[in-house]
């Protein structure tokens, strides 16, 4: 298995629908891209200091 990690910063300004609406883009990738498992969304929680505010 390979895990790839994507760090967004949303600006401020972009609303909790919009995020969403883009998080469910992501999602639909999973039928357009072979291999594509499983998709998760979160906060960056990781202790280690490789996030830089994303």
């Known amino acids: 298995m ?21 998080h469910a883009d992501l999602e ?5 891209i072979d291999g594509m ?4 969304f979160s906060a960056n929680v990781s202790p280690e200091p490789f996030a830089r505010g994303f």
């Open 2 to 22: 390979i895990r790839h990690c994507v760090f967004v910063r949303f600006r401020s300004d972009v609303a909790d629908a919009e995020r969403a609406a883009i």
């Open 37 to 40: 498992d499983v998709v998760k």
């Open 28 to 32: 639909a990738l999973r039928w357009a």
